[in-house]
T-cell receptor
Framework: QQQVKQSPQSLIVQKGGISIINCAYE??????FPWYQQFPGKGPALLIAIRPDVSEKKEGRFTISFNKSAKQFSLHIMDSQPGDSATYFC???????????FGPGTRLSVLP | ETGVTQSPTHLIKTRGQQVTLRCSSQSGHNTVSWYQQALGQGPQFIFQYYREEENGRGNFPPRFSGLQFPNYSSELNVNALELDDSALYLC???????????FGPGTRLTVL
């Protein structure tokens, strides 16, 4: 119930294309869903986050789509750039919960 | 506003030794969470400290212990090191438990 599943494990996209990463969860008590971006040798950096009272949130080229009934959420990166090449983690937590549960990560490579 | 800092950057220990990792939280943050990230995996929650008290613990043995100081900086102590303890140890701070977590760059621990 505490798991967050993430797919695909790796993704290769051409420059200018759309990158889509999907996550699914079981625990309906989760109510905060952030996405983190991690470059090699660095800590994860918050990219964008959503709460389940909205179905979509957009910040620049990054969009989260959230489907509460299916218990799924996804990250869309529009106009993908080589600089977006990194590992992306979805996560979930309960309000004022101590434990952020992370997905296993998706390694994105954007080809020039 | 300074971000989350961690020290040391890298550390090499031998099996059976003890190690202390340090974390300075972001200005204004009273909550620190520690994560273990094995190579190629997502971060795994170790424990969280809120206002100097442990505020939740993941599935880690008691030889993983921590401390939070009045200035909200924190330490992670690991006793009786095992080879499997080799990982990137991440510290994240937040303004309250469950709020957005901001990660430091991590400490890379290698156990030989």
């Amino acid at each position: 119930q505490q798991q967050v599943k993430q797919s695909p494990q790796s993704l290769i996209v051409q420059k200018g294309g759309i990158s889509i990463i999907n996550c699914a969860y079981e625990n309906t008590a989760f109510d905060y869903f952030p996405w983190y971006q991690q470059f090699p040798g660095k800590g994860p950096a918050l990219l964008i986050a959503i709460r389940p009272d909205v179905s979509e949130k957009k910040e620049g080229r990054f969009t989260i789509s959230f489907n509460k009934s299916a218990k799924q959420f996804s990250l869309h990166i529009m106009d993908s750039q080589p600089g977006d090449s990194a590992t992306y983690f979805c996560a979930a937590s309960r309000n004022y919960g101590q434990n952020f549960v992370f997905g296993p990560g998706t390694r994105l490579s954007v080809l020039p | 506003e300074t971000g989350v800092t961690q020290s040391p950057t890298h550390l090499i220990k031998t099996r059976g030794q003890q190690v202390t990792l340090r974390c300075s939280s972001q200005s204004g943050h009273n909550t620190v969470s520690w994560y273990q990230q094995a190579l190629g995996q997502g971060p795994q929650f170790i424990f969280q400290y809120y206002r100097e008290e442990e505020n939740g613990r993941g599935n880690f043995p008691p030889r993983f212990s921590g401390l939070q100081f009045p200035n909200y900086s924190s330490e992670l102590n690991v006793n009786a090191l095992e080879l499997d303890d080799s990982a990137l140890y991440l510290c994240a701070s937040s303004s309250d438990p469950g709020d957005t977590q901001y990660f430091g760059p991590g400490t890379r621990l290698t156990v030989l």
